[in-house]
């Protein structure tokens, strides 16, 4: 919208190309998360998350989507404790990391070790641990909704998201 309220560029729906679309999508600026859990196998995963949202107070619940392609998708499936570390704006090398498949990604990553065997990144901003409550189908995606049942924050300026580009918080 400009200041006449009126729309620079419009397209509808069905013309919305996949670019155009995670272009329009990128407008909305997000923090950086980290979302964790260790495996029945005592396998640890963890991936870059931006899809990460409240949902309600009391119960506290959280929700994030994950891609069904996700080679971590088997034992976010297989494990109920998870955690969500949102991540510090020095952290940018860490949502690079976890962006991308790799056999170990916590090589050399400072963590502690949180409820479930979730991996606590050391200096994330905000560590929330979560227990899986429910599990809804989203396209090509599974919307998981976790309670959180610990929390542990800083006050470390975050990491932000915008148009495909990390960057940090200013106002
Ligand atoms: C800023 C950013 C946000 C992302 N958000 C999500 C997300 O919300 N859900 C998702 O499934 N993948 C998301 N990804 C992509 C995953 O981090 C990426 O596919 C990763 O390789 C998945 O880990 P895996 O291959 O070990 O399963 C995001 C990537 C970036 C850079």
């Given at each position: 919208m400009n200041a006449?309220?009126?729309?620079?560029?419009?397209?509808?729906?069905?013309?919305?190309?996949?670019?155009?679309?995670?272009?329009?999508?990128?407008?909305?600026?997000?923090?950086?998360?980290?979302i964790t859990a260790r495996g029945p196998d005592d396998r640890t995963v963890g991936l870059t998350v931006n899809s990460f949202n409240t949902v309600s107070l009391d119960p506290p619940l959280v929700l994030w989507s994950l891609a069904l392609k996700s080679p971590s998708l088997a034992v976010f499936r297989a494990q109920n404790w998870v955690a969500v570390n949102?991540?510090?704006h020095d952290q940018r090398d860490l949502a690079l990391?976890?962006?991308?498949?790799a056999e170990d990604k916590f090589r050399g990553v400072a963590v502690q070790e949180g409820l479930g065997g979730a991996p606590l990144l050391v200096g994330a901003t905000a560590c929330l641990e979560c227990r899986?409550?429910?599990?809804?189908p989203g396209g090509d995606h599974e919307i998981i909704v976790g309670r959180i049942v610990r929390t542990e924050a800083s006050d470390r300026p975050p990491?932000?998201?915008?148009?495909?580009?990390?960057?940090?918080?200013?106002?």
């Open positions: 006449n309220g009126s729309s620079e560029r419009s397209q509808l729906l069905a013309d919305i190309d996949p670019a155009t679309y995670r272009s329009v999508l990128g407008r909305f600026v997000t923090g950086v998360t980290v949102i991540l510090a990391r976890f962006s991308k498949p899986i409550r429910h599990r809804y990491l932000v998201f915008h148009r495909g580009q990390f960057g940090a918080f200013t106002c």
